[in-house]
């Protein structure tokens, strides 16, 4: 129950082997009761968060002067930037980041790092500021990355799934 004694979306009957979770009232599925808590612990949380997302950018637009009908598109906006790229210049810069969170080394250090590899502060720069990876950078970077060569070509350009 919530704060104000009504239900949450997501609910459990623990009582049998396989536990049946209801979302609103309907039959939505069955888990191990092992897994339960937690799964509907997420599943709740998820929909608070996403209430909130659309109460702030609801917020957001009325503060701004924007037309509240586009909420959802505000969100769809949110959602997606959030969402880990997968491919281009950003999916490269992340990867960077996450090698240097490993290396242990501040950005002082990373950049120096990266420009003994033959990328430049600039260069490595530019990736994080969403600029295409050049075909000359690809060596370096998989020196860098510690990635193959088409794997990074992989990042940068997209797979065919993409």
Known sequence: ?????EPLDWQVNSEEAYVPVYHK???VGFFKEEYINEIINYLNEDDVLKKALKIACFDLLQKTGGDTSK??????KYIKLSERPKYGSRAIALLLKERQKELDLSDAEFTKFCD???VSPSELNNIYI???VNDNLLLPLTRILGITKDRLIEVRDGSNND
């Open 1 to 5: 129950m919530s704060l104000r004694n």
């Open 130 to 132: 969403g600029e295409p």
């Open 71 to 76: 909420v959802n598109s505000l969100i769809k």
């Open 25 to 27: 009232g309907d039959l």
């Open 116 to 118: 003994t590899f033959k």
